[in-house]
């Protein structure tokens, strides 16, 4: 199993970055997706979730407007389309699969997770 993202770079505020996360070793389109990102000194945090089977989407409070989660099943990956960015964004940012549909936010238990990219706002 692997989660491979990418996409990760210096961008100024207010520009705009995609990360992708290509998955391998698992029936992707079954799974929930996620992407989280970490700071430095902060906790994990979810930033945006597909769930399955229903196809509900999440967003977190501090991103809505700004972030577009998608996936495309046939290439086994899930991007994420990130707008207006802040220095408040700079972090690590993950990708993750679960097997289990979503309850009401994109929780934080997932089975598998990828590596990271770090996306830098700065000007």
């Known amino acids: 199993v692997q989660l491979q993202a990418s996409g990760g770079g210096l961008v100024q505020p207010g520009g705009s970055q995609r990360l992708s996360c290509v998955a391998s070793?698992?029936?992707?389109?079954?799974?929930?997706v996620g992407w989280f990102r970490q700071a430095p000194g902060k906790e994990r945090e979810g930033v945006s979730c597909?769930?399955?089977?229903?196809?509900?989407?999440y967003y977190a409070e501090s991103v809505k407007g700004r972030f577009t989660i998608s996936r495309d099943n046939a290439k086994n990956t899930v991007y994420l389309q990130m707008s207006s960015l802040k220095p408040e964004d700079t972090a690590v940012y993950y990708c993750?699969?679960?097997?289990?549909?979503?309850?009401?936010?994109?929780?934080?238990?997932?089975?598998?997770w990828g590596r990271g990219t770090q996306v830098t706002v700065s000007s």
């Open positions: 993750a699969a679960d097997p289990r549909p979503l309850i009401v936010s994109c929780g934080n238990e997932y089975d598998y």
């Open positions: 070793g698992f029936t992707f389109d079954y799974y929930t």
């Open positions: 597909i769930s399955r089977p229903d196809d509900k989407i």
